[in-house]
Each structure stands twice: as structure tokens, then as C-alpha cells.
């Protein structure tokens, strides 16, 4: 199971799904977050906050896509393991592929609830556990 007192760094250039993302992950416990609107800002903030446990980022998002970060976030040592969830729409297919040869940790189908939320955050738990 994850653990509440992470730290979470929440990546989408709409601050709208930044909150929606947020209300979710506080129903499930969560309280501390970063927020970034696009990559190259999360990649900075990543880097001034190395105690952030885990990342939810959107895939497209201008200056720096989700998959650009994620692939910053994989080929650095100090993240390379750090649970990464993406959230995509469903006609967002091939850049998926993509983001699963980039080492994406699972990926969250827009719109979500809290519960689907819930579920991906579980399983990518269970696997980083494992």
C-alpha cells in the first residue's frame, strides 16, 4: 500500500485537473503536493525537492510534454525509480506506447475518478513493492 505522507508532485497545464487530480489524491489521504504546468517546470521543482515520492503528470502539455519529463525523470539516478503516473486521454494511444518503453510506472485514462485514481495508484504500488 502507499504511504499518505509522501510528498506529491502534480504536472498538468490546466490548473483545473491539477485540483481535480488533487481533491482525489486528498480523499485518499494525501495532504502534501507541488504543483507544475508543464515538464520543465516539474523537472526544476523535482530537483529543488528531493523528498517528492511520487509523480502524476499529464502526457501533452506545451514547453515540455509528460513524456519529455518522464524520460528527464528515468535517465536521472536520483528519480529513476520514482513512481510516475501519467494521465492521458483516450485517443492518446501511440504516445502511451511511448511512454511504456520510457518506463512510465501506469497510466491513469482522463476523465478519472477517484476510485480509478485509486486503483492505479495501488497498482503501481504493488509493482514498485514487488
Known sequence: MYNTSIKILVVDDMMTMRKLVKKGLQSMGFSQFE?????????EKLTQNPEIGLIISDLNMPHCTG????KMVRTHDQFKNLPFLLLTAEGEFSQVKSALAAGVDNC?????????LKE?????????TA
Open 120 to 128: 492505479k495508484l495501488s497498482l503501481t504500488y504493488q509493482k514498485k
Open 67 to 70: 513524456l519529455n519529463f518522464l
Open 108 to 116: 491513469v485514462l482522463k476523465p478519472f475518478t477517484s476510485q480509478s
Open 35 to 43: 504543483e507544475a504546468e508543464n515538464g520543465q517546470i516539474a523537472w
